[in-house]
């Protein structure tokens, strides 16, 4: 167990690391009921979580609720970053290979099981994902729902960040839209660690600076290019600045399904309206708040409330995660022991770049 309490980088806690990490478990957990409804009904979810942190209820026979590959593969990553103290393409898909191999029942797409197989055949761990769908690779959110650890890991460095969540990705997820959806979260992520938790934070400079990010990521694109994230940020800031947006507005432009492109952007704007009190759900705590009105867009539920999760959990900390919930969810001491290693990770990296090329 850790004994300090801070990174180098003043007032970021060990408790950050594990709001960020057990709320992805919690969206991740939780969204779990509802992967691939279209729709949920406001109401219904909002008796569902009423329920869920009342500790007098009789929710028994949902409990533990299990957890899916997005968190079996967010344990993978953090384990090989932790292991390694820097980011290991190897040793990180073998990671992947094996926790996928003895739990497979965590509701993996086929694609990725189909990249896990030819892992185990290849030395390159990068060759199967990139010889995807005839080499355009995959465009899923698989990158992203997982890269919660890469960007608490290297927070203090961006461009390193960066790297370590492209590379990450691209062992299963080669296709532009999934590298840069994880690059997105991972920058989400790290800013939401890095904000002033003395002001609010100012979702229009948040996104702001995210775009000029973004920007520079997709530096090659047509700045008209629909489907740039750019794009999407834009759309997030339309959304805010609309005190009438529905569930369906937030879904017609944004999206909720499996692609990375339309998913990470929802997780992103789910996370800023969840900084304030939603129509609808009864809650007050923000990260409960945020991982319900992730799940009540519908869709790919688990996925999007991990994210929108990890994000929320990295800036409002362990003090904003609901004990009640979170006892009703399988692996929550295995996570918070997780972020306290990653924590301790981070005091002892010596590591400053990759050790694979791009
Ligand atoms: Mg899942």
């Given at each position: 167990?850790?004994?300090?309490?801070?990174t180098c980088?003043?007032?970021i806690?060990?408790?950050q690391?594990k709001?960020?990490?057990l709320?992805a478990l919690l969206?991740?957990?939780i969204?779990?009921?509802?992967?691939?409804?279209q729709?949920?009904p406001?109401?219904?979810?909002d008796?569902?979580?009423?329920?869920l942190?009342?500790?007098?209820?009789t929710l028994?026979?949902?409990v533990?609720?299990?957890?899916t590959?997005?968190?079996a593969?967010?344990?993978s990553?953090?384990?090989?970053?932790?292991?390694n103290?820097?980011?290991?393409?190897?040793?990180m898909a073998n990671?992947?290979v094996s926790?996928y191999f003895?739990?497979?029942?965590?509701?993996?797409g086929?694609s990725v099981?189909?990249?896990?197989a030819?892992?185990?055949k290849?030395?390159?761990?990068?060759q199967p994902?990139r010889?995807?769908?005839?080499?355009?690779g995959?465009?899923?959110?698989?990158g992203?729902?997982?890269i919660a650890?890469a960007?608490?890991?290297a927070?203090?460095?961006?461009q390193?960040m960066?790297?370590?969540?492209?590379?990450?990705?691209?062992?299963?997820?080669?296709?532009?839209?999934?590298?840069?959806g994880a690059?997105?979260?991972?920058?989400?992520v790290?800013?939401a660690?890095?904000a002033?938790?003395?002001?609010?934070?100012?979702?229009k400079?948040?996104?702001?600076e995210?775009?000029k990010e973004m920007?520079?990521?997709?530096?090659d694109?047509?700045?008209?290019?629909?489907e740039?994230?750019?794009?999407k940020?834009?759309?997030?800031?339309?959304?805010?600045?609309?005190s009438k947006?529905s569930?369906?507005d937030?879904?017609r432009?944004?999206?909720h399904?499996?692609?990375a492109?339309?998913?990470v952007p929802?997780?992103?704007?789910?996370f800023?309206?969840?900084l304030?009190p939603?129509?609808?759900?009864?809650c007050?705590?923000p990260?409960?708040?945020?991982i319900?009105?992730?799940?009540?867009?519908g869709g790919?539920?688990?996925?999007?409330?991990t994210m929108?999760g990890a994000?929320?959990?990295a800036?409002?900390?362990?003090?904003h995660i609901d004990r009640?919930?979170?006892g009703r969810v399988?692996g929550?001491e295995y996570?918070?022991?997780?972020?306290?290693?990653?924590f301790?990770?981070?005091?002892?990296?010596?590591?400053?770049?990759p050790?694979?090329?791009?």
């Amino acid at each position: 167990m850790s004994t300090s309490t801070q990174t180098c980088v003043p007032n970021i806690t060990v408790d950050q690391f594990k709001g960020c990490l057990l709320a992805a478990l919690l969206g991740d957990c939780i969204g779990a009921l509802f992967e691939g409804k279209q729709e949920v009904p406001m109401e219904d979810l909002d008796d569902l979580f009423q329920d869920l942190v009342n500790e007098e209820s009789t929710l028994d026979q949902l409990v533990p609720l299990e957890y899916t590959d997005d968190t079996a593969m967010l344990k993978s990553v953090a384990e090989s970053l932790i292991r390694n103290k820097c980011f290991k393409a190897t040793d990180m898909a073998n990671m992947f290979v094996s926790e996928y191999f003895e739990s497979p029942g965590r509701g993996y797409g086929q694609s990725v099981v189909d990249v896990f197989a030819k892992l185990k055949k290849v030395s390159d761990p990068f060759q199967p994902a990139r010889e995807q769908f005839s080499g355009s690779g995959s465009y899923g959110n698989g990158g992203a729902m997982r890269i919660a650890p890469a960007a608490l890991f290297a927070h203090q460095n961006t461009q390193h960040m960066l790297d370590i969540a492209a590379q990450a990705t691209k062992i299963t997820h080669t296709n532009r839209l999934g590298v840069h959806g994880a690059l997105l979260q991972a920058l989400a992520v790290q800013k939401a660690l890095l904000a002033d938790k003395r002001k609010p934070i100012d979702s229009k400079t948040f996104l702001t600076e995210l775009k000029k990010e973004m920007k520079s990521i997709e530096k090659d694109l047509d700045k008209d290019e629909d489907e740039s994230y750019t794009n999407k940020l834009d759309k997030i800031r339309h959304l805010l600045n609309d005190s009438k947006t529905s569930v369906k507005d937030v879904v017609r432009a944004l999206g909720h399904g499996i692609a990375a492109h339309e998913s990470v952007p929802t997780a992103l704007y789910v996370f800023l309206r969840s900084l304030q009190p939603i129509p609808g759900i009864e809650c007050d705590n923000p990260v409960s708040r945020t991982i319900q009105y992730a799940i009540a867009l519908g869709g790919d539920t688990d996925t999007i409330a991990t994210m929108a999760g990890a994000i929320a959990g990295a800036y409002h900390g362990l003090e904003h995660i609901d004990r009640v919930l979170l006892g009703r969810v399988e692996g929550k001491e295995y996570i918070e022991d997780l972020a306290v290693r990653l924590f301790d990770a981070v005091e002892k990296s010596g590591c400053s770049e990759p050790e694979v090329e791009r």
